[in-house]
């Protein structure tokens, strides 16, 4: 780094220590002439920092802020109390705009120095902010990485344990980090699968970068929801029930799209699909999507069975009795 960049930086740090600096104080802390002073304050400028000066005995420098966010420069204490509080909004979702948080986090981290690094991991780890449904523990580390490479366009590869144990090693193309209630989602491109696939963070590790980039494939911000809201219904439920139905799989696949995730062929014309929610009425309302005019059976366990059984029943005959008097309006 030249003499006139260092200066620059040194110049800069005090103006942000400082509300208002003498021109001939600020020449003495850097050893310099107040002409050499006025030529670093113009660099700054045209770097986009807003120095506002005033001339006379009582004048000097103040930096201002301007229409838009210049560099800033960080002491080391600046650096970890920054990256401290960015991980506990990431962790805790404590900001709207989630991703924001977790890509600057990244930007953050990825700058700081190892020693600094390891001061803000043993340091975030003992703020505990209360108060809050935390779920399950993500690591920042692994946030940070996936951000960067959604953000860069990068394929990565990472190990997968499923919520059943099964541990598989995966490639993908990330698109986007989403926090659901009480976890962190990535939405990405399986390229062993060839589909698009959501994975819970806390249940992925190793995330190694390819530095092979990729094009992302459009995805509107409702669509994005949508995959994410599906892999939120994949936590155990309350509730949970087997809908068989008359139907090929293929053909439910193409009625259903991503919410028939988890079906599977229970012979060549039938296909057995997982349905459920918090009670037996979330249950039902998932049975009412099967498509009108397909039959079907269902697995649901008592007390949920006799429970949907007397409340359809009792529809039917509501839907049955003579229709009540309508009301008379004037």
Partial sequence: MSDTTTRALSLLNLLQTHRHWPGSELAGRLGVTERTVRRDVERLRELGYR???SPGS???YRLEAGS????LLLTDEEAVAMAIGLRVAASQRLVSGPETTITALAKLEQVLPAPLRRRVAALAETVQPTGLNAGAAVSSEVLGEL???SRDHERVRFTYTAASGEVTRRRVEPHALAPAERHWYLLCWDLDKDDWRTFRVDRLEDVEHTRVLFSPKAL???EIEEFILIARSWVRQAVEADAVMDLPLEQMRDIFGQWGQGASAENESQTRWPVGGGDFRETMYGLTWIPAGVEYSIDLVEPARSEL???VARMLRALDAPAPPRRMTS
Avoid: D, N
């Fill in 68 to 71: 838009a966010v210049p560099p």
């Fill in 58 to 60: 009582a004048g000097g």
């Fill in 220 to 222: 509107t911000p409702e």
């Fill in 309 to 311: 059984r007397e409340t």
């Fill in 147 to 149: 951000a960067l490479a």
């Fill in 51 to 53: 120095i506002e000066s």
